[in-house]
T-cell receptor, first 111, second 111 residues
C-alpha cells in the first residue's frame, strides 16, 4: 500500500462546479497535511495546510481532514479554468522532516 | 516571500558526465530537500539536509550525492549521469517539519 494515495484522474468538471479531490494516507502518526497545486511544467505551490479534524476554508478552497478514517480532501468551489492543474496531497509526521507526497490528481475545468 | 532558486531550468548532459544541480534559499530554513518527479511516480525524495554539513538519504539516493557547506545552499551531484536519471529535479526548503517551499525545478535530459 502506498503511503499517500490519490486518484490520478483526470478529473473533469465544468466551470462553476465544485471539484472534489481526495487523498488517503497509511500512517496513523501523521499530523500535518498539505495540498499543493502544480501547473504543467511548473513546481508545486502550497494551497493549504490542515492539522486538526474538520474543515478549513480559504476563499474558494476548503480542506477537510478526518484522522479516524485517514483521509484528507480538497474542495474547490466555483471552479475556474485557471484551476486546471495537478493537485498533490502531502502528509507529514509533525516534527519529522519526512514529507510524503501522493502522485497527484489531474484536474481539468472546462469552460 | 520565501524564495528558492535553482541554478538551471534545463540541462542536457551526456552519459557518464558529472552533473551539479544547485539550490539556494533565502529564508534561513534549516531543512532542504532534493526530489525527482517522474510521470505516474510523483515526487520521490533523493536526499535531505537538516543542518549544514548534515545529510540524510531519502528513498532513492543511489547514483546521487549531496553537499551542504552553507545553510542557504544545497547541491545535488550526479557522479556519473545515466539515461535513467533523466527527470525533473525539484529542490525544496522548510523550517522545522512544516510547509515545504519549492524551487522552479530543473529539467535534466541525459543522452
Amino acid at each position: 500500500q502506498k503511503e499517500v494515495e490519490q486518484n490520478s484522474g483526470p478529473l473533469s468538471v465544468p466551470e462553476g462546479a465544485i471539484a472534489s479531490l481526495n487523498c488517503t494516507y497509511s500512517d496513523r502518526g501523521s499530523q500535518s497535511f498539505f495540498w499543493y497545486r502544480q501547473y504543467s511544467g511548473k513546481s508545486p505551490e502550497l494551497i493549504m495546510s490542515i492539522y486538526s479534524n474538520g474543515d478549513k476554508e480559504d476563499g474558494r478552497f476548503t480542506a477537510q481532514l478526518n484522522k479516524a478514517s485517514q483521509y484528507v480532501s480538497l474542495l474547490i468551489r466555483d471552479s475556474q479554468p485557471s484551476d486546471s492543474a495537478t493537485y498533490l496531497c502531502a502528509v507529514n509526521i509533525l516534527g519529522n522532516n519526512d514529507m510524503r507526497f501522493g502522485a497527484g490528481t489531474r484536474l481539468t475545468v472546462k469552460p | 516571500d520565501v524564495k528558492v532558486t535553482q541554478s538551471s531550468r534545463y540541462l542536457v548532459k551526456r552519459t557518464g558526465e558529472k552533473v551539479f544541480l544547485e539550490c539556494v534559499q533565502d529564508m534561513d530554513h534549516e531543512n532542504m530537500f532534493w526530489y525527482r518527479q517522474d510521470p505516474g511516480l510523483g515526487l520521490r525524495l533523493i536526499y535531505f539536509s537538516y543542518d549544514v554539513k548534515m545529510k540524510e538519504k531519502g528513498d532513492i539516493p543511489e547514483g546521487y550525492s549531496v553537499s551542504r557547506e552553507k545553510k542557504e545552499r544545497f547541491s545535488l551531484i550526479l557522479e556519473s549521469a545515466s539515461t535513467n536519471q533523466t527527470s525533473m529535479y525539484l529542490c525544496a526548503s522548510s523550517a522545522g517539519g512544516e510547509t515545504q517551499y519549492f524551487g522552479p525545478g530543473t529539467r535534466l535530459l541525459v543522452l
